[in-house]
């Protein structure tokens, strides 16, 4: 079932995954100083799933992790906004104090920088890290649908029940 | 560390579904005992933290919650104006504990319902999405809120509607709901955007107090109605209602009743909070009403010339959203008028009533419904035959869920239909009087449907001893008990229940 | 004629012209992919209604990094916008994979075809 392209191809692939995954990381991290965030770096890494898709024609046996990974974001997300139940849900419990992201916010048009926020960019790293995981898995799963050059067809319904978002 | 447990239980309600959705992925990879556990544990948490706001909100009085803020309650306009509000008074209290009762008796049964199929765990988190979406659409308290949770409800019942994906009619099935819904969910958006651009502000409330009748609202308003009459299923938007509701699996309709509901719930409160008396309420309200009418007589209507079992309880589904229509219609042409007193009031709560009663009766002869099918694996009414043989607890509960839904007293849904007909008769005789024949109509089509499901010699190609496993039967048993439970005491429920809702609405 | 007005109304003309191209082809074409396509179109008109709502006149992007000036536009609009866009995205793909399971079952992507559920 391998559809590989030239070695070219894959050599160059390998070479461009490392900026791509390092700029999506970029944008998440720096969500809430720049245009950006969690859902738009994780977009981007998830692109660089799609590159690695077409020049190797398979992820190999990565499906649970995906699976998992996406699980694993969205319940720190939940738990992270849970914490904040002291005074209400989705609080900011980490601003301004000196914790991970605590860090005193100057006044209008600054410089920015990165260790403010709280708990916005903790939400971003994880929103980024299940964005890529559901984008990725969605890609896999419609390319493995629509082969058309196989000469065996994948199986009809075990592969197809992976329809949520 | 004090926690009042009591004040946050809005915003518990929806992040224990939540929580308990996406931890199910991680628990599948360990064991498969602790998905189905996991599932009932977080049905039951979440009809705990229900419990408690609905005996807050009984007891005590109404309050809001906002999210992010520092404090629990608003403090003027300034501070709660930006934020994101959940609501909890008489309707939102209502519908959670509908859809949760519902819920349970679905998940109890779907334990042996869906045994047989792959992918377990993603039923289990579609489940918990589409319980969290409904919950949030009657919760919150702010006009975009209301999108996203809406198109989350939507997206986890279209995929839970094709979750056989080895039938290819339940895909197509699918494929049209999202589509309408999707279209749907835009045109809300345009409107959500018409009255942002002219306000600036997205909360009920705030939105209420500065609301006037220009043009743009009144075409704001008529984009809302049609939405949200197309998520509830009136007639002429029906036409997804028949398909989703035969093609999904058992347990999965009788939710899909709830949610469908949801968007009633939303369309009385725009109209009645959001609108109140900036517009000429006759004019709503007899839209509503007209809507109503012609949703009771074209569902039943349809609903007699059908072959196959759930798609004939679809139609009935729709006929009786057409009384919840009219009951509030009613109410809603006589807003703000001396006549409220008189039979207005009378009218809205016999809509309200009539709301839950339905998701009780409906819930209940779905999973009769799918249970037949179980057994027998046939869907078309010809074909089925002499089962009242076997299948002795099944028939018991259909007969419950046929007289509930006739309104042949003492049953539940005669309570709520005296109502509407008492009120609606003052309004104008005409409408009451489709109602009745609308009522006997109904009666007429399950008739036919218990003879030719249960009745007559035993068939030998479809019969086999013994009736429908135990946790479907517990399902079953726990939506008959709370329908038995509302016809013995429709007093208490109306005064308990129905009267906050219908004063949550602003109806005095 | 009035160019200061037709200036002024320009994004809402564009967000009307782009609704009604993606209405008529959800309505009128027959080809499951195309509807889709139409559909997306309507996503973008609304996006890009919900973010020209919120333009002020002189006013620049509410970002305070290196910004020019501290005379910003009101962000709850790009908040909604962003939003929708995620939203659009799930449904898309969503649809995307239900039209790839009708194509397994019916072997056709016409509308024409796709009425089974009626039998």
């Given at each position: 079932m391998n559809w590989k392209m030239s070695l070219v191809v894959r050599t160059v692939t390998n070479f461009l995954i490392v900026p791509i995954i390092v700029f999506g990381i970029y944008l998440v991290i720096h969500g809430h100083l720049t245009p950006g965030g969690g859902f738009q770096g994780g977009a981007v890494i998830a692109s660089s799933t799609a590159l690695l898709i077409i020049a190797y024609g398979s992820l190999g046996k990565h499906k649970k992790d995906l699976s998992s990974m996406e699980a694993l974001g969205l319940t720190m997300f939940i738990l992270i906004a849970l914490f904040g139940i002291g005074s209400t849900m989705f609080y900011n419990y980490l601003a301004g104090t000196g914790g991970i992201f605590g860090g005193v916010v100057p006044e209008g048009a600054n410089a920015g920088f990165i260790n403010t926020g709280g708990t916005v960019p903790l939400m971003n790293i994880f929103v980024g890290l299940e964005v890529a995981a559901a984008l990725s898995l969605i890609l896999w799963m419609m390319s493995k649908e629509t082969k058309v050059l196989e000469t065996e067809k994948s199986s009809p319904s075990a592969e197809g029940q992976e329809v949520r978002d | 560390m004090n926690i009042d447990i009591v004040q946050h239980s809005p915003a518990l309600i929806l992040a224990v579904p939540l929580l308990f959705a996406f931890l199910t992925p991680l628990v599948d990879r360990i064991s498969e005992k602790g998905r189905d556990a996991l599932f009932f544990l977080g049905l039951i948490i979440m009809a705990f933290f229900v419990a408690i706001m609905a005996y807050e909100v009984y007891t005590v009085g109404e309050w809001s919650y906002v999210f992010g803020g520092g404090t629990v309650t608003p403090t003027g306009a300034d501070s709660s104006f930006f934020r994101i509000l959940f609501v909890a008074d008489g309707v939102s209290a209502m519908a959670s504990i509908t859809l949760t009762i519902s819920a349970i008796g679905a998940a109890i049964y779907s334990y042996t319902f869906m045994?047989?199929?792959?992918g377990l765990n993603k039923f289990n988190t579609l489940f918990f999405l589409m319980v969290a979406g409904v919950n949030g659409m009657v919760l919150t308290g702010d006009l975009f809120n209301l999108f996203v949770w809406f198109e989350v409800a939507s997206v986890s019942s279209a995929a839970l509607i094709a979750f056989k994906t080895y039938e290819g009619k339940a895909v197509e099935a699918a494929l049209k709901y999202m589509i309408i819904s999707v279209i749907g969910g835009l045109f809300f958006l345009l409107s959500i955007g018409f009255l942002y651009g002219q306000y600036g502000v997205l909360n009920y409330q705030l939105l209420a107090e500065n609301i006037t009748g220009t043009n743009l609202d009144k075409i704001a308003l008529t984009i809302l109605v049609v939405v949200l009459a197309l998520k509830a299923g009136?007639?002429?938007?029906?036409?997804i209602i028949p398909d989703a509701y035969s093609m999904a699996p058992g347990s999965v309709t009788a939710v899909l009743v709830v949610a469908s509901q949801a968007g009633l719930w939303v369309l009385f409160r725009v109209v009645f909070t959001l609108y109140g008396v900036a517009v000429n309420t006759l004019t709503i309200g007899w839209i509503v009403i007209v809507l109503g009418i012609l949703s009771m007589f074209i569902g039943v209507t349809m609903a007699l010339v059908q072959k196959t079992v759930k798609r004939l309880m679809a139609y009935h589904a729709i006929s009786q959203t057409g009384y919840m229509l009219l009951g509030v219609g009613v109410g809603l042409a006589v807003l703000g008028k001396p006549e409220m007193g008189l039979y207005g009031r009378t009218a809205m709560e016999g809509g309200v009533f009539h709301i839950i009663n339905h998701a009780m009766y409906k819930g209940l002869l779905f999973l009769t419904a799918g249970a037949i099918i179980f057994k027998t694996g046939i869907r078309k009414l010809d074909d089925l035959g002499g089962l009242g043989h076997s299948m002795k607890w099944t028939m018991g509960f259909f007969i419950i869920g046929a007289l509930a839904i006739a309104g042949i007293p003492p049953f539940n849904g005669f309570a709520s239909k005296l109502m509407i007909y008492k009120s609606v008769y003052r309004f104008n005789p005409l409408l009451s009087i489709i109602a009745m024949v609308v009522s006997i109509l109904t009666l007429a089509s399950f008739v036919k449907v218990f003879h030719s499901i249960?009745?007559?010699?035993?068939?030998e190609d479809i019969y086999d001893t013994g009736d429908v496993p135990k946790p479907m039967l517990a399902g079953m048993t726990i939506l008959a008990a709370f329908v038995i439970l509302f016809s013995l005491f429709p007093g208490a429920v109306v005064s308990n229940i129905v009267e906050p809702a219908v004063e949550a609405l602003g109806v005095i | 004629m009035n160019w200061e007005a037709i200036l002024m109304t320009m994004p809402y003309m564009t967000v009307v012209i782009l609704f009604m191209i993606g209405l008529f082809t959800v309505l009128f074409k027959k080809n499951l992919i195309k509807i889709i396509m139409g559909i997306a179109i309507m996503q973008n008109a609304a996006n890009l209604f919900l973010v020209s709502l919120a333009y002020r006149r002189g006013e620049h992007a509410p970002v305070f990094t290196s910004a020019e000036s501290t005379e910003m536009v009101m962000p709850t609009a790009h908040a909604l916008t962003l939003t929708s866009i995620v939203i659009g995205l799930a449904t898309t793909a969503l649809l995307l994979s239900f039209v790839i399971m009708i194509k397994k079952h019916y072997g056709s992507i016409n509308t024409d075809d796709v009425r089974r559920c009626k039998e």
């Open positions: - | 045994k047989d199929e792959t009136a007639v002429p938007l029906h036409f249960f009745m007559g010699p035993k068939d | -």
